[in-house]
Each structure stands twice: as structure tokens, then as C-alpha cells.
């Protein structure tokens, strides 16, 4: 996307009209870097938990297992390759270039599935290290200024 320079009101009293067209001009691209991110959301909405159908056999599997030989959810196959090829698994596995679309999806799963399965939000699940959360928010950073033509 295209931001344009313009008068920077901090350094300059702009005329009424310009400072009309500077805010009007930033409410715009504002809006059009949050679609950005809104589209990113929307994808990431609709492929959430992908490989649970992609894998179905093997989701299956591994839920009679873990049930009937109360094996960890990480040692299993399944388990394996739904959280690295899904990102939002933040308390299993960090990507590098985690950022703030992997921790709401992380968030919307926790809270989803926590009142699926036990009728509230498990607080063990859905806790992240601070460290996490600053890499995601620089990330998300970079990636937004990726989007800016230079």
C-alpha cells in the first residue's frame, strides 16, 4: 500500500481545510492497513484447525490413543504436525516469525475450546510468556511496514 507524506501537524499548523484533508487522508490509510490485517484474520479464520480434517484418520487415531493409553498429545504423530503446520499453538510451539494474528487465533482457540470441553476458559492454556508476545508484537510490525511501498 501507498502512504503518501504530507504535512506533519506536529511540526506545522496546517490551514483548517488541509488539516480536513490530512485527517481524512489517514482515517484511509488507517483503514486500508487494517484490512490488511482483517484479510490476513479472515483466511486464518477460515483454515483454523485445517489439518484436523486434512488428517481426519490420524486425528481420530490419536484421540482413541491418548484415551486409551493416556498418551501426551505432543508425543503423538498427529499431534506433531498439526502444531507445526498450524500456528496458533503458541503453548507448543513458537514459530520466529510469530506475530499478532498467530496470538488472537491462539486466544479465540483457547477460549473456544476451553467452553467446549469444560464449560469455561482453562487458564493454563491460555497463557503466553512475555517474550512471546514482544516478538509477535515487532513482528507484526515488520510485517505491516512490509506492506508500505517505499
Known sequence: MKIEKRINMDKKIPSFTEMLEETRQHQ???RNMMLIVANVMQIRALKHDWTKI?????FYDDIVKRNTTKTQYIDRNWAKIHTSQE???LNTIVQ???NLVDVIEFICDCICSGYARDGEINPTLINLDDETLRLAFNNTIKKL???VEK
Open 87 to 89: 500456528r496458533h499453538h
Open 54 to 58: 486434512e488428517y481426519a484418520e490420524d
Open 96 to 98: 520466529d516469525d510469530v
Open 145 to 147: 511496514d512490509a506492506e
Open 28 to 30: 484511509v490509510d488507517v
